[in-house]
């Protein structure tokens, strides 16, 4: 998921916190099970495992709005930053599956904003 606009908005605080909320969903949305999570200043990747009952834009739809609306009731300068709009997150996502290489796609997430700061290789 991308930050509305590509604003650079997601600092390290922002990140724990977001990082905890999407935790804190699949609590409450069991059938959604997270693997995998890391974020750069304007995106996040996750990986995700969803059942066949719940599709893939019901999943990002209850992701986005879940943690746009706790990021912006928490930090309260995204009302300044996105005028009041909804949500942080931009329209689109993109989505992906995973076959046998799991263990790949889980070190590149690991690894994400590590290999664009050039301190990170990742082999695919």
Known sequence: MTTKYRRKVLNTG???????????????????RLFEANTDEDHIHLLVSIPPKISVSQCVNILKSNTGRM?????????????????IWSAGYFVTTVGVNEETIQRYIASQGEEDKGQAKLEL
């Open 71 to 87: 990021m912006r009731k928490k930090f309260r300068f995204l009302d300044e930053v996105y005028w009041g709009e909804d949500g």
């Open 14 to 32: 922002m990140r724990e916190y977001l990082l905890t909320r999407i935790q804190e969903i699949s609590k409450h949305y069991p059938e959604i």
